[in-house]
């Protein structure tokens, strides 16, 4: 079992729906939690990260942690054509700086 | 402006010929790595270094080899590659301990 489970996809919504992408992960140590986009032949850029658990909002994005079930989620609102891209999580402890990446959901925003 | 380059972009070899790609960054960052990125994988770290001669195995380092002399650079070389390296290779960096990383644009290799 992977240490970080997220669901490869594709997932295709159409413009202005709410998405919702997930990871779940068994490592009880983690505690930060990050969110990156990666668009087409690019590199991943990071969109949002959490410390701990409770939630996190920047815009049209919230980042929402729940440690108890190792369950983290990213929430887009008004999701736009432009929000399609592949959108990887990754997390790491306190003391160990190594970051470890869910595969990644590829995200479609249908017009 | 603050980037991390990778050359070459794409790369299509044969077996066995050795190879590098090159990586440097412009921010002073300390910490620098390599991915390699694979459908349904995600991000695997092949290699890391947390500062000049300062370097370590990831999770899938075999087959690969780097090293760090300068700390804007940090090239990846494969001595002899093979086709289960075919895949799209990122470089990043990031200052020390902190949790945002920046990626180079990627490296596309073919090994055939």
């Known amino acids: 079992q992977k240490e970080v489970e997220q669901d490869p996809g594709p997932l295709s919504v159409p413009e202005g729906a709410i998405v919702s992408l997930n990871c779940t992960y068994s490592?009880?140590?983690?505690?930060?939690f990050m969110w990156y986009r990666q668009y087409s032949r690019k590199g991943p850029e990071l969109l949002m990260y959490t410390y701990s658990s409770g939630n996190k909002e920047d815009g049209r994005f919230t980042a929402q942690v729940d440690k108890s079930s190792k369950y983290i989620s990213l929430f887009i609102r008004d999701s736009q054509p432009s929000d399609s891209a592949t959108y990887l999580c990754a997390m790491r402890g306190d003391s160990n700086y190594q970051l470890i990446w869910g595969a990644g959901t590829k995200l479609i925003i249908k017009p | 402006e603050a980037q991390v380059t990778q050359n070459p972009r794409y790369l299509i070899t044969v077996t066995g010929k050795k190879l590098t790609v090159t990586c440097s960054q412009n921010?002073?960052?300390?910490?620098m790595s390599w991915y390699r990125q694979d459908p349904g994988l995600g991000l695997r770290q092949i290699y890391y270094s947390m500062n000049v001669e300062v370097t370590d195995k990831g999770d899938v380092p075999e087959g690969y080899k780097v090293s760090r002399k300068e700390k804007r650079n940090f090239p990846l070389i494969l001595e002899s590659p093979s086709p289960n390296q075919t895949s799209l290779y990122f470089c990043?960096?990031?200052?020390?301990?902190?949790?945002?990383?920046?990626f180079g644009p990627g490296t596309r290799l073919t090994v055939t």
């Open positions: 490592n009880s140590a983690f505690q930060y």
């Open positions: 921010m002073n960052h300390e910490y």
């Open positions: 990043a960096s990031r200052p020390g301990e902190a949790t945002k990383q920046y």
